[in-house]
Nanobody, 126 residues
Framework: QVQLVESGGGLVQAGGSLTLSCAASGRTFVGYAMGWFRQAPGKEREFVAAIRWSAGNTYYSDSVKGRFTISRDNAQNTVYLQLNSPKPEDTAVYYC???????????????????WGQGTQVTVSS
């Protein structure tokens, strides 16, 4: 059974930093793309960042580009999201997701992902 477990969420001050982790288990994730999405109260889930199996390919939403960094440790089946200089508008539940290998993957589209974690709350205080 595939499991994605996020950790590292919490309260952070604006301008600080926080690192989220997502540990994957239950199968091999060779070739899987991994993504982070977030959902704020009253808003739809939105794409934050994604990374291909070959970690040279990373993608970011415009709202976090230059502030957040996604990375992965394939040996540990873990993906990370480093939040640098977070803003109060980054407050949301952050979800980790995994997408099976395929020829074409639209990384910013949540429906492309096959497995999801339960989410971890990030609150940024001003």
């Amino acid at each position: 059974q595939v499991q994605l477990v996020e950790s590292g969420g919490g309260l952070v001050q604006a301008g600080g930093s926080l690192t989220l982790s997502c540990a994957a288990s239950g199968r091999t994730f060779v070739g899987y793309a991994m993504g982070w999405f977030r959902q704020a109260p009253g808003k739809e889930r939105e794409f934050v960042a994604a990374i291909r199996w070959s970690a040279g390919n990373t993608y970011y939403s415009d709202s976090v580009k230059g502030r957040f960094t996604i990375s992965r440790d394939n040996a540990q089946n873990t993906v990370y999201l480093q939040l640098n200089s977070p803003k109060p508008e980054d407050t949301a539940v952050y979800y980790c997701a995994a997408a099976r290998p395929r020829n074409v993957l639209v990384v910013y589209r949540s429906s492309e992902y096959d497995y999801w974690g339960q989410g971890t709350q990030v609150t940024v205080s001003s």
